[in-house]
């Protein structure tokens, strides 16, 4: 079955910067638009960014694209997120999850979340 | 960017009795590509619905979901003890994708 595994979550400072991975497995990984989308404490979700199957296509929401980049390489089935500059308030889980794209925006399988904890 | 507004924010039941929740959209959701999830505490969301009205794999039939355009409903018509959660509308019709800010159905 559809497995997500998101890591790299960490305490980082104000300004610095942070990289997240998300391994799949249970399907063919190069087929699917990926998304990451997070949850601060307490909070709703928030969406972050797609990329393509293919990594061609990539949107960001509109307050993160200027310091995230979203990344995938097919043959090692991952995904991942740059995080720069980070700020108090990204301090969020990070989830990974499948979907995303045009006509199958929807997250249909999701990881469990890796915490992300930017304080001085 | 489509703002998705649910309520109410909280619904206050018994098991067995039916949930309504109600997802306005700011602006018209291109095909009704509109998608709900239920979130427990500690874990990831679960897609219930997408497509407005599809429910997702190995979702029970007391979920249905229906609307369009504007405004979406989750209907839960009996609630059972492992419904009770925090439950999310979220729009693909267009970018960025965006959600609403949840509506928590908690035991009465």
């Known amino acids: 079955q559809v497995h997500l595994v998101e890591s790299g979550g960490d305490l980082v400072k104000p300004g610095g910067s942070l990289r997240l991975s998300c391994a799949a497995s249970g399907f063919t990984f190069s087929d699917y638009y990926m998304s990451w989308i997070r949850q601060a404490p307490g909070k709703g979700l928030e969406w972050v960014s797609y990329?393509?199957?293919?990594?061609?296509?990539?949107y960001y929401a509109d307050s993160l694209k200027d310091r995230f980049t979203v990344s995938r390489d097919n043959a090692k089935n991952s995904v991942y997120l740059q995080m720069n500059s980070l700020k108090d308030e990204d301090t969020a889980v990070y989830y990974c999850?499948?979907?995303?794209?045009?006509?199958?925006?929807?997250?249909?399988?999701w990881g469990q979340g890796t915490l992300v904890t930017v304080s001085s | 960017e489509i703002v998705l507004t649910q309520s109410p924010g909280t619904l206050s039941l018994s098991p067995g009795e039916r949930a309504t929740l109600s997802c306005r959209a700011s602006?018209?959701?291109?095909?009704?590509?509109l998608a709900w999830y239920q979130q427990k505490p500690g874990q990831a969301p679960r897609l219930l619905i997408y497509g407005a009205s599809s429910r997702a794999t190995g979702i029970p039939d007391r979920f249905t979901g229906s609307g369009s355009g504007t405004d979406f409903t989750l209907t839960i018509s009996r609630l059972e003890p492992e419904d009770f959660a925090v439950f999310y509308c979220?729009?693909?019709?267009?970018?960025?994708?965006?959600f609403g800010q949840g509506t928590k159905v908690e035991i009465k």
């Open positions: 602006q018209s959701v291109s095909s009704n590509y």
């Open positions: 979220q729009q693909y019709g267009s970018s960025p994708r965006t």
């Open positions: 999850a499948r979907g995303g794209g045009s006509g199958r925006g929807f997250f249909d399988n």
């Open positions: 990329i393509s199957n293919s990594g061609s296509t990539i």
